[in-house]
């Protein structure tokens, strides 16, 4: 029965994935203006992805040997619905749909100037993510700018885009991809620890881009690189990791301050099918807070894993929960320094709170405590 329903799942997957009408390289075309009353984000990119060939500001699905940085200005329309991407069709409509005003590639002397850049007068403030699996250059980039504007955090959004071949068929080539580019990830934390920034560095990696976020930690702890480890506040979000490997690489990385955060949810039918595709391995995306050997296994490892299962998505897959938070942001921020919230440092396994109070727990996102210390 098992086997059976995850065959129908798979087979589920494959056939959304060749129906959908999925953003393609045009959308990142700079043919349009902001509309009166949209926002405007500016989205930096690191990327691993080789140059389209003619189109040097934008990538494909191929592995460059060196990595290339750029700069992406998206109009967000007036009406913009947070949690969502307005897609724009043949005709942008910057009063309607997401649009790019503006695209630059950039040199990596450049890239380091620009975003190390104060503004207001103070060091700025950056945050890196990590795109996962099944997901095209283009969808990437507009995910950043989502996230970011749904924030409304004066700081600096940087893509890492890997070479995703942006297919569900494509998975062995992304666990591939992601392998691929190790070293390149570890290389842009080294290069913006040492910039004159403020603040942690928030790295959030998503689903594959969660393995890759958390060996690229493993690999600055393996190699010394302490002084990087301690700049980041590192966000899993519903991470395609298998469970013991994830176990192995926190035992290499240890303890973070702030801790390493875990979003998970039980029922995210993506991290099923990676399951399935891995022989039933436990994805570490779908643990149980309610399970006691979690709580215990959280508060040993001294981290946060949190249940995002209470927040509504469009997503079908109930794999993207985590791009909801994004609006949620100046809340919990305003919650984390009025002190309703404990502090970001509390450790366990907690269920979130989607009204975005403290019901039964002093932790800012949580709604009810399963384990914590």
């Known amino acids: 029965m098992k086997l059976c329903s995850s065959l129908v799942l798979f087979a589920l997957l494959t056939l959304l994935a060749a129906c959908a009408d999925r953003p393609g390289p045009d959308a990142l ?36 040997d060196q990595v290339s940085y750029a700069r992406f200005t998206i109009s967000v329309p007036p009406g913009h619905k947070a949690g969502e991407i307005e897609w724009p069709g043949r005709t942008p409509d910057p009063g309607k749909d997401f649009v790019t005003v503006e695209r630059r590639l950039l040199d990596r002397a450049a890239f380091e100037q620009e ?12 945050g890196v993510f990590v795109h996962g699996y099944n ?67 928030t790295l959030v990696g998503h689903s594959m881009g969660g393995w890759l976020t958390a060996e690229t930690v493993r690999q600055l702890r393996l190699t010394g690189q302490d002084a990087v480890v301690r700049r980041l506040h590192v966000i899993l979000a519903a991470p395609d990791i298998d469970v013991d490997v994830f176990r192995s690489q926190l035992a290499v ?32 995306g779908r643990l149980d807070v309610n399970d006691p050997a979690i709580q215990e296994a959280t508060r040993a490892a001294g981290i946060q894993v949190v249940d995002i299962s209470g927040l509504e998505t469009s997503d079908s897959f109930r794999h993207n929960r985590f791009v909801a938070l994004a609006a949620r942001y100046p809340q919990f ?23 975005g109070t403290a019901v039964s727990s002093p932790f800012v996102l949580a709604g009810k405590v399963i384990g914590s210390e």
């Open 253 to 284: 990385i240890g303890p973070l301050d702030p801790p390493m955060v875990i979003l998970v949810s039980p029922d995210d039918s993506a991290l099923g099918l990676s399951e399935f595709l891995s022989a039933d391995r436990r994805r570490t």
């Open 115 to 126: 975003v190390s850049r104060r503004r207001g007068g103070r060091p700025p403030s950056v």
């Open 333 to 355: 921020a305003t919650m984390e320094q009025s002190g309703a919230g404990a502090s970001l440092r509390q450790t366990g396994a907690f269920v979130l709170n989607t009204v």
């Open 29 to 64: 075309r700079a043919t349009a203006v902001s509309a009166p009353g949209a926002r405007t984000v500016t989205v930096y990119v690191a990327t691993t992805r080789q140059r389209a060939e003619g189109q040097d500001d934008l990538f494909t699905a191929s592995r460059a």
């Open 135 to 201: 997901t095209n250059f283009t969808e990437a980039v507009f995910r950043m700018a989502q996230m970011s504007a749904d924030a409304g955090v004066d700081g600096v959004p940087i893509l890492f885009a890997w070479p995703s071949e942006g297919s569900v068929t494509g998975y062995v080539a992304d666990k591939d991809a992601v392998t691929y580019s190790r070293d390149q990830l570890t290389e842009l934390l080294t290069m913006l620890a040492r910039r004159r920034t403020t603040g942690p560095i």
